[in-house]
């Protein structure tokens, strides 16, 4: 599927499953002002909530943002934007599964390496550079033992 087909397909996906109209209650129900983005990415802007603690996150196709949406369209931060928009693909695939699914990866990322991020596999599948996470090595008990 060409990228402008599935970033069409994605905005579909996540609208029908429910998880871009999540997205946007989150939004309205903690004051950020929803802006477009780019290829049917929605912007909310201004969130002040301390849960997440980060910088921006995903619902649907709807990235929340504590910063300005201008912050996070600018062309330095495009790989974090690019981190966020695979998010979105996740959510077209698995709708409100996504959730759980998320944090079961986030549980055994901490069990394997204390961090929520590291073993994630829906953030190494974002990549974890681009949306800010640093690899971490396991914790010794999950280190394989060389025969």
Known sequence: MTGRRWRLTRSV????????LAGLGIAVLTGAKVRRGRDGILVAEGYRRRIPPASCFTV????????SAEWLLHADRAELLAHESRHADQYAVLGPLFWPAYWAACGYSWLATGTY?????FERHAGLDSGGYAEAP??????????
């Open 13 to 20: 996906l996540t609208a029908v499953n429910g998880t871009t």
């Open 60 to 67: 649907g196709s709807v990235i929340i943002t504590r910063r």
């Open 117 to 121: 991020g590291s073993r994630n596999f």
């Open 138 to 147: 396991l914790r010794p008990r999950w280190r394989r033992k060389a025969p």
